[in-house]
């Protein structure tokens, strides 16, 4: 089966660095996306690794293991506006050869001041 | 200059009845997709299409039928809505090149109360 897991919540203060984690269990894998989505708003695209390693695009990293089956999200200078919730999404095309989104359960991060 | 859009962005209806979801993409996009989004945020791909054939069908029950009339169109037609049916519908779009998947865009979101 696939799964994908995350804290169900993080809080940090203004300024700060948050880093949130994701395991996953997939039978197929292409690479790792992380999604932000604001309360009552889309889910949008943050960040993808299709290789171990770190991407880093402004304030936010993003870094893979494959060998280990994780992922991390790493937010950098918090701002109160990176309250959200946040998506690990595996790409998995094991079954149809087509790629799909599978999404983690989410982490909602409070930033406070 | 909407990228991914979708109507309505409310739907309240009584059980049993029929509904339908309207989305479009102006990206220039080949593969559309709609997704349910239930009360615990939990985000689920029910169905893919690529160049209006159907290539992902996620184990949906069939009162669910996707319908894509062209590249840039793709309708989401409910029957028979029952109260589990609850939950915000996001149609989303990407590109398919060489068979990889490129970042999805995301529309508005459709929620949908069934009473």
């Known amino acids: 089966g696939q799964s994908l897991e995350q804290p169900s919540e993080v809080t940090a203060v203004e300024g700060a660095i948050v880093q949130i984690n994701c395991t996953y269990q997939?039978?197929?894998?292409?690479?790792l996306s992380w999604y932000q989505q604001h309360d009552g708003g889309a889910p949008t695209f943050l960040s993808y690794?299709?290789?171990?390693g770190l991407e880093e695009t402004g304030r936010f990293s993003s870094f893979l293991s494959r060998s280990d089956s994780y992922g991390y999200l790493l937010l950098q200078e918090l701002q109160m506006k990176d309250s959200a919730s946040y998506f690990c999404a595996v790409r998995d095309g094991a079954n149809t050869g087509f790629q799909k989104l599978v999404f983690g359960t989410g982490t909602r991060l409070l930033v406070s001041p | 200059d909407t990228a991914v859009s979708q109507t309505p962005k409310y739907l309240v209806t009584q059980m049993g009845n029929d509904k339908s979801i309207k989305c479009e993409q102006n990206?220039?996009?080949?593969?559309m997709y709609w997704y349910k989004q239930d009360s615990k945020k939990f985000l689920k791909i029910m169905f893919s299409?690529?160049?209006?054939?159907?290539?992902i069908n996620e184990t949906v029950p069939n009162r669910f039928s996707p319908k894509s009339p062209d590249k840039a169109h793709l309708n989401l037609h409910i029957n028979s809505l029952e109260l589990g049916d609850s939950a915000v519908y996001f149609c989303a779009s990407s590109l398919r090149t060489g068979g990889s998947v490129t970042e999805q865009f995301f529309g508005p979101g459709t929620r949908l109360t069934v009473l």
């Open positions: 997939t039978s197929g894998f292409y690479g």
């Open positions: 990206l220039g996009h080949d593969t």
């Open positions: 299409y690529n160049n209006k054939e159907l290539i």
């Open positions: 690794n299709g290789l171990d």
